[in-house]
């Protein structure tokens, strides 16, 4: 038998109402830890959700990787590549790669009687993933996007369609101004979108691919480059470097070279900015543990001062002070896994709530979502429950060591 479990058991179970003292200080010491806990769980899965929900909006936009002309991935300016079927079939057989879609671009403005605008045309094939933009949509459809010929629809986003008073169904003539001259075609507009992502929504309508390439005076093999999709984030460096290996440096039949970059290359604000919040999940995990831990210790001083004189006895019957800190160890045990069900029930709950309520909600202008996101994450949130557990006993082996300093004969005369 475990002797100072049992006795911890003993001492944790019995409601002797003589106990006055320890009990308060148990329920806040069980409070710590849940609140603690909670806060944790909650914090951890906000930054979760909103540091993924804003990368796969970036993605949505720009995929993976990019595939491309050297010139366009360091200048910023379009300039055409080659992109065959057969660097297509090369760029799909790559491991990890999950999609491949071929995209141009082109700098135009949109006009009404009223208004006008300067957007961002972006031509995409039929192989175009439409899944993102789908997910977004606020009216109309998606069209089917073509390379060998023109339909002249046009999706464009929420903030373009408010500045130029558009709707679905109604035409927009679209002006292009390069060194041809002024050209014009007039669209319809199919589908409108919004991502709340500010700088992507203000400038980027799609088209079809046909469409851009003509528009950008190019050959019909001819775009901007190439987006790929790989099945794990975390690995897009590794499928990078395949590319370097295979891809980069290379030309095609136009002398043009290849090369690429990844998303984090092309958006190193965005991703700069999401990586800080790491710092923040530690700073509250942290604190709240600091909580914890203090709300525990001092719950534990307590009631070792309030069973003084029962440690005075078990001295006297014998008992050394490593079993009696051990009783009150596997006591704050009790305590702390107490504290961590109602923290793991309210943390989660809340998580919840907010996940199917969206109750929370944000200035989509500034935090590019509507409501704050939530993701649980369980492997994490089960590393939180055994630090928390672990930290928590480990603060207490220090304070445990009063035990040592009471005296048999004056404790059991202790009141």
């Given at each position: 038998m475990n002797f100072p479990l049992f006795i911890a058991r003993r001492i944790y179970g019995e409601s002797d109402a003589r106990q006055m003292v320890s009990r308060p200080a148990i329920r806040i010491a069980t409070a710590g830890v849940a609140i603690g806990l909670a806060v944790m769980i909650v914090s951890v899965s906000v930054v979760f959700g909103f540091k993924h929900t804003i990368r796969d909006k970036v993605v949505g936009f720009g995929s993976h990787i990019q595939v491309g002309n050297f010139m366009t991935l360091q200048a910023g300016e379009q300039y055409p590549v080659q992109m065959r079927d057969s660097m297509m079939t090369a760029l799909r057989n790559t491991q990890g790669v999950s999609h491949v879609q071929r995209f141009a671009m082109k700098q135009g403005i949109l006009k009404t009687d009223n208004d006008f605008l300067g957007v961002a045309f972006k031509?995409?094939?039929?192989?175009?993933?439409?899944?993102?933009?789908?997910?977004?949509?606020?009216?109309?459809?998606?069209?089917?996007?073509?390379?060998?010929?023109?339909?002249?629809?046009?999706?464009?986003?929420?903030?373009?369609?408010?500045?130029?008073?558009?709707?679905?169904?109604?035409?927009?003539?679209?002006?292009?101004?390069?060194?041809?001259?002024?050209?014009?075609r007039r669209f319809t507009i199919s589908?409108?979108?919004?991502?709340?992502?500010?700088?992507?929504?203000?400038?980027?309508?799609?088209?079809?691919?046909?469409?851009?390439?003509?528009?950008?005076?190019?050959?019909?093999?001819?775009?901007?480059?190439?987006?790929?999709?790989?099945?794990?984030?975390?690995?897009?460096?590794?499928?990078?470097?395949?590319?370097?290996?295979?891809?980069?440096?290379?030309?095609?039949?136009?002398?043009?070279?290849?090369?690429?970059?990844?998303?984090?290359?092309?958006?190193?604000?965005?991703?700069?900015?999401?990586?800080?919040?790491?710092?923040?999940?530690?700073?509250?995990?942290a604190l709240m543990t600091a909580v914890a831990a203090v709300t525990m210790i001092s719950g534990l001083l307590i009631i070792i001062l309030e069973r003084t004189t029962m440690i005075g006895v078990l001295k006297a019957l014998g008992a050394r002070n490593k079993t009696i800190r051990h009783t009150f160890l596997w006591f704050a045990v009790f305590m702390i896994g107490r504290g961590l069900i109602i923290g793991n029930i309210l943390g989660i709950g809340l998580v919840f709530l907010q996940r199917l309520t969206g109750l929370v909600k944000l200035d989509a202008d500034t935090y590019y979502v509507s409501t704050v996101p939530v993701e649980l994450n369980l492997p994490i949130i089960l590393l939180l429950n055994i630090a928390t557990l672990i930290i928590s006993v480990l603060v207490l082996i220090g304070p445990s060591y009063l035990i040592s300093h009471i005296h048999p004969a004056k404790s059991m005369r202790y009141e």
């Open positions: 031509g995409v094939g039929p192989e175009f993933d439409s899944t993102f933009i789908h997910q977004n949509m606020v009216e109309g459809t998606i069209p089917a996007f073509s390379d060998s010929a023109s339909s002249n629809r046009l999706l464009i986003s929420k903030p373009m369609a408010d500045k130029l008073r558009l709707k679905t169904g109604e035409r927009i003539f679209a002006y292009f101004i390069d060194e041809n001259g002024v050209r014009a589908g409108i979108y919004q991502t709340n992502l500010s700088q992507y929504d203000d400038i980027i309508c799609y088209t079809d691919l046909y469409t851009t390439v003509r528009l950008n005076g190019w050959k019909s093999d001819q775009v901007s480059g190439a987006e790929v999709s790989v099945s794990d984030f975390d690995r897009v460096d590794e499928t990078e470097s395949i590319y370097i290996n295979k891809v980069n440096r290379q030309t095609d039949a136009y002398g043009e070279t290849y090369s690429t970059k990844t998303i984090r290359e092309l958006n190193p604000q965005i991703f700069s900015w999401l990586d800080l919040l790491d710092m923040n999940v530690w700073i509250i995990l």
